[in-house]
């Protein structure tokens, strides 16, 4: 479909705004705007970011969001919190947010937006921490009383290796639902360890796509479409990186919203080196795990109402133990929706797993892949017979049952004949069964994750777009594929990854959903 106004500057919904500022309150080492203090500037930038707001004001298209996107701080200016309230109060104007390091007054700049509370809901806040210049008590509080206040926000902070114990009391401290980017650091004089890459894949799942450039893409950008980059003179460019003006938001004044943007040229860079360079390829990634919140860096949060979570390689790590900041997560999770296993574990096997304690969190689950069924006080299970033709003296079994009824066999065989011998008579009955030397599992023939959820989640009215399954092997994909809301998490197997919405790990999670209205 044609939009009617395709090729025009009123074609554009989102803008990307720098002024004429360059300079910064910190002198970061790694930044050439620190203690750079130009008052000639400042005024030139003052009267710039007036002329666009008068823009914006009297702008004719659809919708905008906005994004300030600064040489150096602004919010410690007035002009600019005083400008981004004005914009906020504009029907046009659905958001708009600007990068900042916080060390602007908060708490005077919320008591200014008070007065007009309902200018919160469309301000948002990227946040940079600098660790050279502040520490993580004072930027943590800051931004929750920004976040608190009911403003959107995410953290961004580079990836120096120098840094990396701040950086994860960083990540301690802030709230779980408030997202830490990792921005790969530029000019290193040796490239990133992979014990430092760990490290802050870990503490940002999303990592990987800040350390690799994009290849540049002119055919999927939204740059210089649906997107655009406008600097203190006006002139329009696809995204910040780009070097090729293709109008002017100032030209013909009267008439210049409807003028035709030069998108002949395709883009000279060879790759997208920046977040918000790439966050325009309309086939990244980010769009699926971010959602519309991809302009922001903020994600687009999908109200969650149930979680389902498979236990071994999801919850537990190599050692089979469930990491703290897992465990956190789960109570955060729980104080807010019902959690619930959907596992190959045995009931028992689960409790051990995870311990008393965090088992009690769940409200029951799929459990033997299916074979049985517990949630709020409901059961169901699908028995197994007796197998006493393949009970040998060398195998150890174990019959897992529940109320009286076996629903799950667990033998472990090692040796490779008898374990032969008994697949090959398995085959023979009316069983599922799932291979793994030296363990050899049997479960009803009707069981099965996918038919476990989808019976909970039925019975119990749960809407499967509001379902979240997590998992970590390509035999979770057939329920993880019952709900929009599929996600790998970080260590699973290649092709699981490949197929699930979002690969982030629990600890993650409540970043990326919403778990109350």
Request: charged residues 20%; proline residues 5%; contains cysteine.
């Amino acid at each position: 479909m044609i939009m009617a106004n395709e090729g025009s500057l009123l074609s554009v919904r989102r803008i990307y705004y720098r002024g004429k500022l360059n300079s910064c309150n910190y002198t970061c080492s790694y930044c050439p705007f620190g203690k750079k203090s130009h008052p000639a500037s400042t005024m030139q930038d003052k009267q710039a970011w007036s002329r666009f707001i008068t823009a914006i004001e009297q702008w004719e298209g659809e919708t905008l969001q906005l994004f300030v996107i600064p040489y150096g701080e602004a919010l410690i200016h007035r002009y600019y919190r005083e400008g981004i309230m004005r914009l906020a109060s504009l029907p046009q104007v659905t958001g708009i947010s600007c990068q900042t390091n916080l060390s602007f007054p908060a708490d005077e700049w919320l008591d200014e937006l008070w007065t007009a509370p309902e200018l919160i809901n469309k301000i948002k806040i990227w946040a940079s921490f600098h660790p050279e210049m502040t520490s993580v008590e004072r930027f943590v509080r800051q931004l929750h009383t920004l976040h608190n206040a009911g403003i959107q926000v995410c953290v961004g902070a580079v990836g120096n290796p120098l840094a990396k114990n701040m950086l994860g009391d960083l990540r301690n401290a802030l709230s779980p639902d408030i997202y830490l980017f990792i921005n790969a650091m530029q000019g290193l004089k040796s490239p990133l360890s992979n014990e430092d890459i760990r490290l802050f894949t870990q503490l940002d799942n999303l990592f990987e796509y800040d350390l690799r450039n994009a290849p540049a893409q002119w055919e999927n950008c939204s740059g210089g479409r649906s997107n655009c980059f406008i600097d203190w003179k006006g002139d329009i460019f696809a995204c910040p990186r780009s070097k090729v003006k293709i109008g002017n938001l100032y030209q013909n004044q009267k008439t210049g919203q409807n003028q035709k943007l030069d998108t002949s040229l395709s883009c000279q860079r060879k790759v997208c080196d920046c977040y918000i360079a790439f966050s325009n390829l309309s086939n990244h990634p980010l769009h699926d795990i971010l959602g519309e919140g991809a302009f922001w860096r903020i994600p687009d949060k999908s109200l969650i109402t149930a979680v389902f979570f498979d236990v071994d390689g999801t919850l537990t790590d190599a050692q089979g133990k469930v990491p703290e900041s897992y465990a956190n997560t789960l109570r955060y999770i729980a104080q807010s929706v019902p959690l619930y296993l959907a596992t190959s574990l045995s009931m028992e096997q689960a409790r051990r797993k995870l311990g008393k304690t965090l088992f009690s969190l769940f409200k029951g689950g799929a459990f033997a892949d299916g074979g049985l069924l517990l949630y709020d006080g409901q059961s169901r299970c699908l028995p197994v017979e007796l197998l006493p033709d393949v009970n040998e003296e060398s195998a150890k079994i174990t019959a897992h049952s529940y109320e009286g009824q076996v629903y799950k066999y667990s033998m472990l065989v090692y040796e490779k004949e008898q374990r032969e011998s008994i697949l090959f008579r398995l085959k023979a009955k009316p069983y599922q069964v799932f291979y793994k030397p030296p363990l050899i599992t049997v479960v009803h023939k009707e069981a099965g994750k996918k038919k476990g959820v989808l019976h909970i989640c039925k019975d119990l009215a749960f809407p499967l777009e509001q379902v979240l399954i997590v998992g970590n092997s390509q035999k979770d994909w057939e329920m993880m594929s019952a709900v929009p809301h599929s996600c790998a998490v970080m260590n699973s197997e290649p092709l699981l990854k490949e197929h699930a919405r979002y690969t982030l790990n629990p600890d993650r999670l409540p970043a990326f959903f919403r778990f109350r209205e």
